[in-house]
């Protein structure tokens, strides 16, 4: 028998958006959580609550780094999510995803540990196929101002395939797609922290272009939960990659009106230029989520949004 008794799982950008609300789901399931940030796009903030519990401990690491711990699962989220984040160091967030990768799998290996790796839509790019299923190789340029995040993204995805191949690593790849919820970073500069922000503060909501490029958006919540599924409800053979998110599809411009509605704002909408390589569409085929997972996102926009823009109200 092993000397310790709750699993022990590593998060890695833990101190994140997505990573704190998985580090609370898992500490609140009883397992030993270690959180890993470098509080680059992170914040202690996020964690804070969770420092005084027995089960939970924060290590200030940056993963391009070699780490040594002894864990039984890894959910490696770090890297910067936001455009504004991951183009602020562009060399930095390509180090993240390969440097990173390859250290935390060669973690993995050495003490035998499962893996996940939080993967994006972004591995689709600017996408000739509609909606996105995981046999779509994509259309990335590689030498565009997206291409540190999403080239980094595919070739850490790459890492994961090789090390599962050629050393037997337990891997789970996942496609995330735009995720929103308490905990973004108001200034990151993600569609739907501005436009909250915005609204709440009477300033002008800024629609790149003219509105009609789409996104999907899920709910953290339901994120969380299709995360951890992927993790500990799938047997070995199952590596993915699957995509999770959630397939309602809106025009940016109807995320905008819809905001301005639910925060009872007056501010007025404005037209700004659409940055280069901004993806025209986006939504995913959950069809493989559905049947392997036995999951699907259940939270409503307006439910979700009405949930995000009271965490605003109280930090602003
Ligand atoms: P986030 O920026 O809030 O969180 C990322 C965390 O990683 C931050 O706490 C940051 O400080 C930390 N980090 C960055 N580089 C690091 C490094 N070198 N070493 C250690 N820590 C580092 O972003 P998020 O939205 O929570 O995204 C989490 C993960 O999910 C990312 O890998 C992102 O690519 C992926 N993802 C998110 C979305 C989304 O819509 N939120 C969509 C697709 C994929
Ligand atoms: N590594 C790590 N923690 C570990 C084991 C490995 O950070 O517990 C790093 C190590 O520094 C190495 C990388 O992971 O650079 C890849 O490890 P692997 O065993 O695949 O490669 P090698 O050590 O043979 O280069
Ligand atoms: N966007 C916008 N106004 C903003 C921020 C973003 O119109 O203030 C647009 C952006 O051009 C993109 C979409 O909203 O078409 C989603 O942007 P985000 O950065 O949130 O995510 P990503 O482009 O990475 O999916």
């Known amino acids: 028998m092993k000397p310790y008794q709750e699993k022990r799982v590593l998060v890695t950008g833990g101190g994140g958006f997505l990573g704190s609300h998985l580090c609370d789901k898992l500490v609140s399931m009883g397992y030993d959580v270690l959180c890993v940030d470098n509080f680059f796009s992170g914040s202690k903030k996020n964690i804070i609550h969770l420092l005084e519990k027995p089960n939970f401990e924060l290590i200030r690491h940056d993963i391009v780094h070699p780490l040594y711990l002894e864990v039984d699962e890894i959910y ?182 819809l905001v301005l509605k639910l925060c009872k704002s007056k501010s007025k909408i404005v037209f700004l230029p659409l940055p280069k390589d901004d993806p025209v569409r986006r939504r995913p085929d959950i069809s493989l989520a559905k049947k392997v997972l036995k999951w699907e996102p259940k939270i409503p926009l307006e439910e979700g949004l009405k949930r995000t823009i009271e965490y605003f109200k109280s930090i602003l």
């Not at 496609?175 to 922000?197: M, W």
Request: glycine letters at 8%; one cysteine or more.
């Open 76 to 257: 490696n989220l770090a890297c910067p999510a936001s455009p504004i984040h991951y183009q602020y160091n562009p060399v930095k967030t390509i180090k993240t995803n390969i440097m990173g990768s390859i250290n935390m799998l060669g973690l993995a290996k050495r003490v035998k540990a499962k893996i996940l790796q939080a993967s994006t839509s972004e591995i689709y790019g600017n996408p000739e196929r509609h909606p996105q299923n995981e046999s779509y190789w994509g259309n990335v340029n590689p030498i565009g101002l997206r291409a540190c995040y999403d080239e980094g993204k595919r070739c850490a995805e790459t890492l994961f395939f090789d090390y599962h191949r050629q050393n037997k690593v337990r891997i789970k790849v996942i496609r995330i797609f735009n995720t929103y919820g308490p905990r973004i970073h108001p200034e990151d500069g993600r569609v739907i922290s501005n436009f909250i922000v915005q609204a709440l503060t009477n300033k002008d909501i800024t629609v790149y272009g003219d509105g009609s490029q789409t996104r999907s958006f899920c709910y953290v919540d339901d994120m969380i939960e299709g995360i951890i599924k992927m993790m500990e409800e799938t047997p070995d053979d199952i590596t993915g990659p699957i995509n999770l998110g959630n397939p309602e599809e809106k025009s940016i411009l109807e995320i905008a009106e």
